[in-house]
């Protein structure tokens, strides 16, 4: 049994046990919209008009995880599921927690939620979808709308703005248009949550859309990205030389490499998030090193970025900290920016110098990018496909191997440590790499000679 499908059954076991005990239980919120939509939800939400206190009662294994909103959840089999009990919620004076809770009837509590798509009710006992916000009808039309007054649902918790952007994207929906004219008008005040809530949403935005470019341009329109990523924003109409970008501007670029981005396997050797954020950044210092520079082809001027990419890594590094990326993903991601321009020159390349770059540990992300790049541009490949095909040569044996000499060798050899050592070591290592010497005792008679 799949994690899914064990999840499904556990979740239909707990309401089973809650309505044999007397109380209403429904399946509720994002798995009750997935399922009918033919999308296999990821877990199981249960609300219920049982107190926090009777469900603990009736499971052996709970977790007291939100007592005070009437959230608890139910362990089984290892797999956690929330009970939650139906509530009202008065305002939310911080735009972010209710002042207070009272728990309430089925239909209040779908009242309170933030979209009708996310309010639908379904008993897997009786097979019955309950629907009390007509989220139905919406989910047929693929519309994103708010519950009663868009405006006051935005007011309530400022980050259902960043949730309705990414429903709409995830899902292929249209954000209703009173909804979205409150989403506009609301857009400013995101900057009052957290910096941990805005990641989140934004990275799922970026790694679950449909077309996460499209994503990001539903952003900028609405307002939310000049708040969250004003440095994104200065990407637009930034030109570029149209005989290596006819596609456009720099944002326009940014978007289309963000919209081929595609699921990420397992084994890839890095996350998506690792290439969303890549993708997004590795050309975000092109607006502060623009310039025209002589072009002697044609005698008049032209458009560089010079060093963009190593002033892009800087900043890059900064809106990663900002957003609170861990640090492990941050230096990964900034890394990839910072060389993102070295697999343009793969095939002028020294061999050593070629397997250096393709061993490091960043090098399937930086090939990714370099993919993505090339086709977002003239969709020409010619350095993707040459890296690609030496890549994976190297399946019988290491691209960096072990080095034949190392430091204490040289030092036997009468060498003091210090600089000289140090660029003797990897000259020699590059001879390895380009395997101008056939083994060690070549390689060394090279280091007695080159001493000399």
């Not at 939509?37 to 603990?56: C, M, N, R, W």
């Not at 890095?270 to 993708?279: I, R, S």
């Not at 992300?365 to 541009?377: A, I, N």
Request: overall charge negative.
């Amino acid at each position: 049994m799949t994690k899914q499908s064990k999840s499904k059954a556990i979740a239909h076991h707990i309401c089973l046990t809650l309505q044999s005990a007397g109380h209403e239980a429904y399946w509720a919120g994002g798995c009750v919209r997935d399922q009918h939509l033919g999308i296999p939800p990821k877990d199981y939400d249960i609300a219920t008009s049982a107190l926090p206190e009777q469900v603990e009662a009736l499971f052996s294994r709970t977790l007291a995880i939100g007592k005070s909103f009437g959230v608890i959840a139910v362990i089984e089999d290892q797999i956690q599921t929330d009970v939650a009990t139906f509530r009202a919620e008065a305002p939310y004076s911080d735009g972010r927690h209710p002042d207070a809770v009272t728990f309430c009837a089925a239909a209040e509590d779908a009242k309170r939620r933030d979209f009708t798509i996310n309010a639908l009710f379904y008993d897997p006992i009786t097979e019955r979808l309950i629907d009390y916000v007509d989220g139905k009808v919406d989910l047929e039309a693929g519309l994103i709308r708010a519950i009663g007054n868009p405006l006051e649902r935005f007011q309530e918790d400022h980050l259902r703005l960043l949730r309705a952007v990414r429903f709409s994207h995830v899902l292929g929906f249209k954000i209703e248009p009173t909804t979205l004219q409150a989403l506009k008008t609301e857009a400013a005040t995101i900057h009052a949550i957290s910096v941990e809530r805005i990641e989140r949403e934004l990275t799922r935005t970026l790694t679950e859309s449909l077309q996460p470019g499209d994503a990001l341009h539903t952003l900028q329109q609405v307002g939310l990205l000049p708040v969250i990523l004003p440095e994104v924003t200065r990407l637009i109409g930034v030109e570029q030389p149209p005989d290596y970008h006819p596609e456009g501007d720099v944002y326009t670029h940014t978007r289309m490499m963000l919209n081929l981005i595609k699921d990420v396997a397992d084994d890839a050797g890095f996350t998506k998030q690792e290439l969303a954020y890549a993708t997004l950044l590795h050309d975000i210092a092109k607006p502060d090193t623009y310039a025209l520079h002589p072009d002697p082809k044609t005698g008049g001027k032209r458009i560089r970025f010079l060093e963009h990419e190593v002033k892009g890594a800087v900043l890059a590094d900064t809106i990663l900290k900002r957003l609170k990326i861990p640090n492990h993903q941050r230096q990964r991601i900034i890394d990839v920016i910072a060389n993102h321009m070295r697999p343009f020159q793969a095939t002028q390349m020294r061999a050593s110098s070629l397997r250096r770059m393709m061993g490091a540990p960043t090098f399937p992300l930086l090939l990714e990018l370099h993919r993505l790049d090339g086709l977002g541009s003239r969709g020409l490949l010619p350095s993707y496909t040459f890296l690609h095909k030496a890549y994976h040569t190297y399946t019988n044996e290491p691209i960096l191997p072990e080095p034949w000499i190392t430091g204490r060798d040289l030092i036997a050899l009468g060498m003091p440590d210090g600089p000289a050592l140090g660029r003797l070591l990897s000259d020699a290592y590059d001879r390895q790499l380009e395997e101008t010497e056939p083994d060690r005792e070549a390689l060394l008679d090279w280091i007695k000679k080159h001493q000399k």
